[in-house]
């Protein structure tokens, strides 16, 4: 059965409010959820308190309540980010898909209800609304920059929604109302950083943070910055710049960056996000700047963006995440084989050429994580599958075991350094042994 058809329709209901809230937010969303806003008001850290205490008595489940149970699937499939987030919105309806294959959840169908907030950060606050309040969905998979996430967040604590988050990000937030799959920064930007400061990294000693002015790469190279002082780094060896979505003339920023590079062995971190990557590797390409000279270190970039860049003229040049599709492992082969399957019998755009990167599995994780936990509490009742979402397990595509802290709902994750191949696929050149508990909370930003 083909999921990809399914797109929200309207409803009447109303979630109600929750009130049994364990975490707040560190920053102040509403501050935040604009382009380039980069207003830190309200900043604290979720205070300690007591045990939620669990409902005694339960006489029916909100999955009792129709035939299906309904699952919002919130991603951009227009505007800037679409050539990011697509791709996830195929995972989410492929797992979707297998899950019923293989009986449900709770003996019930799993009914993806997909809405486009077409990379407008407010829209994804009202498309989360109606998710919840008119088309009544249990969760909400979605998301891929903080600005839409934080644009969600006070939406789904309002109406006590549930949201799975499956992007790397800056940190500084929990909330009981999101469980975040992605990597927090010591589970990526930390561990790039002290990579390409060794000698198997190229012993970089000066630094150009390059980002989408909005509040990940913002907050993310306030942490850097931090830790590159901490390690000696002076703060004229510190280059910084920021660009809008969509920018597309690099020209300038490249230059720049040659001649910044000149005396001392010098890399790039990329924070630049959506469809401004392919002009700036192609202006990289362009000044013949290569991987030997100065190694480029991407966040946001994996498989899927490669697809449209010439990658032959990147070979070398750096990404950090916690999964690579050229990972050999079985569970990996058969979550490739299983999408490229996919792509296949739903005639997506060329099909025949479709990867795996991390926010995918991420989304996969995720996924089937919210499937177990709800088959343990025996019902959709968000606050009976937070409770039990603590301490869940899965072996993931990565090759590792993922596990849901039972604090911070965060995963605790791999981290590994891949290495661009002519063919847009990564080596893998450098990877923890274990998986790391996430720190959600930098101890490099000032309390």
């Known amino acids: 059965m083909s999921l990809l058809p399914s797109f929200a329709t309207a409803t009447t209901a109303n979630k109600g409010t929750h009130t049994n809230s364990k975490f707040s937010s560190r920053f102040s969303v509403l501050a935040v959820a604009v382009v380039g806003s980069l207003s830190l008001i309200g900043c604290q850290k979720p205070a300690e308190t007591a045990e939620t205490e669990e409902t005694a008595e339960t006489t029916t489940t909100p999955a009792a309540d129709g035939e299906t149970i309904k699952v919002g699937v919130l991603h951009s499939l227009s505007g800037t980010m679409a050539i990011s987030e697509t791709s996830l919105k ?69 109406l006590n929604g549930l949201m799975f988050y499956p992007v790397q990000y800056e940190g500084q937030e929990q909330s009981e109302n999101i469980f975040y799959t992605g990597a927090a920064p010591n589970q990526q930007a930390i561990p790039a950083l002290e990579y390409l400061m060794s000698p198997e990294g190229g012993s970089a000693e000066r630094f150009v943070l390059l980002g989408t002015d909005y509040v990940y790469p913002r907050t993310t190279n306030q942490i850097l910055r931090a830790f590159l002082e901490s390690k000696g780094i002076a703060e004229e060896d510190i280059m910084e710049e920021y660009t809008p979505f969509g920018f597309s003339n690099y020209q300038t920023i490249v230059g720049n960056i040659k001649s910044f590079a000149t005396g001392k062995n010098t890399a790039v971190i990329s924070t630049i996000n959506g469809d401004s990557n392919v002009p700036f590797y192609r202006e990289l390409a362009n000044q013949g700047i290569e991987a030997s000279d100065i190694p480029v270190m991407a966040f946001s970039v994996g498989e899927e963006e490669l697809r449209g860049i010439d990658t032959s003229l990147l070979e070398g040049h750096l ?26 019998d739903n005639n997506l755009p060329n099909a025949d050429k479709v990867v795996t990167n991390d926010p995918m599995e991420a989304t996969y994780v995720g996924i089937n994580m919210w499937k177990q936990a709800v088959e343990d509490a025996g019902t959709t009742d968000v606050d009976q599958v937070r409770i039990s979402m603590a301490g869940q397990t899965f072996d993931a595509p990565s090759g590792y075991t993922l596990k849901m802290d039972e604090e911070n709902h965060h995963l605790w994750k791999p981290v590994m350094i891949g290495q661009i191949r002519a063919d847009g696929q990564f080596d893998v050149i450098n990877k923890t042994p274990e998986v790391i508990r996430a720190e959600p909370w930098s101890q490099y930003i000032p309390e």
């Not at 898909?97 to 009914?111: D, P, R, S, T, Y």
């Not at 249990?138 to 600005?147: I, N, Q």
């Open 90 to 158: 195929d995972t989410a309806l492929m797992t979707i898909e297998e899950i019923n294959a293989n009986g449900g959840v709770l003996g019930k169908q799993l009914e993806p209800i997909v809405v486009d907030p077409a990379s407008d950060w407010p829209l994804f606050a009202e498309k989360a609304r109606q998710l919840l309040t008119q088309d009544e969905v249990d969760v909400m998979f979605g998301g891929w920059t903080s600005v839409s996430r934080k644009s969600v967040l006070p939406v789904v604590e309002e």
């Open 319 to 344: 990404a950090a995440w916690n999964y690579f599709m050229s990972v050999k492992n079985p569970t990996n082969s058969d979550f490739t084989a299983k999408y490229k399957q996919f792509a296949q």
